[in-house]
């Protein structure tokens, strides 16, 4: 696989896969919460449907005291008058405004019934004579429709109002009148549109049950899971961008990198050892870069090093060869010797010099440069024939060393210059 592939597998698994991981769980948990919101919000506007609930049973409850407290309804239920006890319902109920006023024994026969029947929520009371139960009054102040539009009004969400099953009250359309509802919380179909319910029971006349439901459209809850995705997602595109654009940036960067060492590389092994990589920063590729370039100057020095000793060595071969063709020639024997002596130590120069019939030391072959160093090379000479020992004389900035062996002397110098 290539640097560049690797590179984007890399990214791959680092940022995209995390990346469309993380969206789907958030996406799963912004679902998750908009619904947990929907099911939050129905429950309060239920909380606040039944506290509506509670206030009119409250009012009712105000209106039958009134009731109880009229003589001709007391004497009508003491002497057990039915006939007169529904008339004087009717009398009381459009008096009070009240929506039912119902009245019934303790058989459950009915003595006064007067009002409509859609009348809800209800405010029992129990009528007694001398400490006996002769009758239950109930009272009512709210009919369904009049719930249904109020709490529609303060909600927002429509209301089904059922009593015995079957609709009593709604703010839905017609058509809608006999779908079920659930008994509790739930999800129902109304007109092909789906809506999140919840029921709540409440009493109703004779101690029947009354059940009340509202029911949010789940168009609303699929549109705040859109909108809250929307934002989620823009903001993880954001960083998806940032990240390719980084990405991107790093890779070239890298790739750039990689491949002026390859380069580099390339020319190095072709024989181009002033190869410079260029070192940007203070980072691994920087140091690297720094050890390549101190690696091409020591492989250059290591090969003119290897060239000087090839140079030398082909020189000794060939003093060898002018040695053996010498034969007897006991000047250019010695003339290698020199030669051989001066490239062995690395010195600028040397000469051999033998005495003469008069005892005088007389140059006989020199290798090298020696001119300007006469005087000192003469000192280390004498003192080295005399002596028969080597002899090694400073002046100045030049140094010698001399041999003296059977009568001639070889002699390797140095100069040194000073600060050099």
């Not at 039944?50 to 003589?71: G, K, M, Y």
């Not at 980072?283 to 050890?291: M, R, V």
């Amino acid at each position: 696989m290539s640097f560049r592939g690797r590179l984007t597998l890399f990214f791959v698994l680092i940022v995209i896969v995390p990346m469309v991981s993380v969206t789907v769980v958030i996406f799963s948990l912004i679902a998750n919460n908009e619904e947990g919101k929907a099911n939050a919000a129905v429950a309060a506007r239920l909380e606040a449907a039944s506290n509506l609930a509670a206030e009119a049973q409250r009012e009712a409850d105000r209106l039958a005291a009134r009731v109880i407290a009229d003589p001709q309804m007391a004497a009508a239920l003491r002497a057990g008058d039915a006939e007169q006890a529904d008339a004087r319902a009717e009398v009381l109920a459009g008096r009070l405004r009240l929506q039912r006023l119902l009245i019934y024994g303790p058989d459950g026969a009915t003595l006064a019934n007067a009002g409509i029947a859609e009348a809800i929520f209800p405010s029992s009371r129990t009528l007694t004579d001398d400490g006996d139960a002769i009758a239950t009054l109930q009272v009512s102040v709210q009919s369904g429709e009049q719930y249904a539009a109020l709490v529609r009004s303060v909600t927002g969400l429509d209301v089904v109002v059922r009593r015995r099953g079957g609709t009593l009250a709604s703010t839905l359309p017609a058509e809608a009148a006999d779908v079920a509802m659930p008994e509790r919380n739930g999800s129902v179909t109304v007109g092909g549109e789906a809506y999140l319910a919840a029921t709540t029971p409440r009493r109703d006349f004779r101690d029947g049950l009354l059940q009340v439901t509202l029911l949010r459209d789940e168009e609303l809850t699929a549109g705040d899971v859109s909108e809250s995705r929307l934002l989620v997602g823009g903001v993880l595109l954001g960083f998806f961008l940032l990240a390719v654009a980084f990405a991107l940036a790093v890779s070239r960067s890298l790739q750039t990198q990689v491949a002026s060492f390859l380069e580099a590389a390339r020319r190095l092994g072709g024989g181009e050892f002033d190869t410079k990589v260029p070192t940007v920063g203070k980072d691994e590729f920087a140091a690297l870069g720094e050890e390549f370039n101190t690696m091409a100057e020591q492989l250059q020095r290591r090969l003119e090093e290897l060239r000087e000793e090839r140079t030398r060595v082909e020189r000794s071969m060939r003093r060898l060869g002018e040695a053996v063709a010498s034969n007897l020639d006991r000047d250019a024997l010695l003339g290698i010797v020199v030669e051989t002596a001066v490239d062995g130590v690395g010195a600028a120069g040397g000469r051999a010099a033998a005495r003469t019939a008069d005892g005088a030391l007389t140059e006989r072959v020199h290798a090298g440069t020696v001119e300007g160093l006469e005087s000192v090379l003469a000192v280390a000479e004498r003192d080295a024939a005399r002596t028969g020992r080597p002899a090694d004389v400073n002046e100045g900035d030049a140094s010698a060393l001399a041999y003296w062996r059977g009568g001639m002397a070889a002699v390797r110098w140095m100069t040194d210059v000073v600060n050099k």
